[in-house]
Structures are given as structure tokens and as C-alpha cells.
């Protein structure tokens, strides 16, 4: 089983930046697709990024394209997200997850998750 915990979260201003990370604790951290959702109050959990075992594959959601960037460093168990370039409308809770097979857009499909961690960004 793996455990995943965020920090990184904070206040921003419009066109800040800020670095999401993510620490997980269980076996065989490599072989476990992670990615990023978030949760805008009154919206659905949504996807953001994700990243498969190797590093070798990527996927963002497309209002974050060339804005985000996810990134893991299997030999110490984490993964990042680094947020630039932010807008009032990246303000949300954002989870850190994990999935032994290749996780997918949909919540449902994830199998373990952070408590999560406020971003807010002013405007």
C-alpha cells in the first residue's frame, strides 16, 4: 500500500509561481503512476498532470499546458508539480495520487490519496 502526502500549497498572486510536491512511502514507488487533481469548491475533481513510473510519459490537462510541469525522482519517492504563470482560476485543493496501473481522468480510477493542499491565488 502506498501512502502519498502533499505540501507546497500557499497564496500566490496572478502570475506567481509555486512547487507542489508530493512524498510517498510504500513499496515499489517506481512502478505507480502519479498524478495531480484538484477541486475548486462547487466543481468536480479534475486531473491536472500525470506521470507514469518512468518519468518517460506526461499528461496535462490542457488548461495547464506550458504553464505546469510534473516531475518525480523515484530514488527518493517524490513527485512535484511546478505551477507558473498561475491564474485565479488554478486556485483549488490539490491532491497528490497513485495508481498501480495507469490511473486515468476520472477520481475513480486512482488508488491511493494525499489529504491534499489549499492553492489560492489573488488576482
Given at each position: 500500500?502506498?501512502?502519498?502526502?502533499?505540501?507546497g500549497?500557499?497564496?500566490?498572486?496572478a502570475?506567481?509561481?509555486?512547487?507542489?510536491?508530493?512524498?510517498?512511502?510504500?513499496?515499489?514507488?517506481?512502478?505507480?503512476?502519479?498524478?495531480?487533481?484538484?477541486?475548486?469548491?462547487?466543481?468536480?475533481?479534475?486531473?491536472?498532470?500525470?506521470?507514469?513510473?518512468?518519468?518517460?510519459?506526461?499528461?496535462?490537462?490542457?488548461?495547464?499546458?506550458?504553464?505546469?510541469?510534473?516531475?518525480?525522482?523515484?530514488?527518493?519517492?517524490?513527485?512535484?508539480?511546478?505551477?507558473?504563470?498561475?491564474?485565479p482560476?488554478?486556485?483549488?485543493?490539490?491532491?497528490?495520487?497513485?495508481?498501480?496501473?495507469?490511473?486515468?481522468?476520472?477520481?475513480?480510477?486512482?488508488d491511493?490519496?494525499?489529504?491534499g493542499?489549499?492553492?489560492?491565488?489573488?488576482?
Amino acid at each position: 500500500q502506498v501512502q502519498v502526502k502533499e505540501s507546497g500549497g500557499g497564496l500566490v498572486q496572478a502570475g506567481g509561481s509555486l512547487r507542489l510536491s508530493c512524498a510517498a512511502s510504500g513499496p515499489a514507488f517506481s512502478s505507480y503512476y502519479m498524478g495531480w487533481f484538484r477541486q475548486a469548491p462547487g466543481k468536480e475533481r479534475e486531473l491536472v498532470a500525470a506521470i507514469s513510473g518512468t518519468g518517460v510519459i506526461t499528461y496535462y490537462a490542457d488548461s495547464v499546458k506550458g504553464r505546469f510541469t510534473i516531475s518525480r525522482d523515484n530514488a527518493e519517492n517524490t513527485v512535484s508539480l511546478q505551477m507558473n504563470s498561475l491564474k485565479p482560476e488554478d486556485a483549488a485543493v490539490y491532491y497528490c495520487t497513485a495508481d498501480y496501473g495507469r490511473g486515468g481522468p476520472l477520481p475513480a480510477l486512482w488508488d491511493y490519496w494525499g489529504q491534499g493542499t489549499q492553492v489560492t491565488v489573488s488576482s
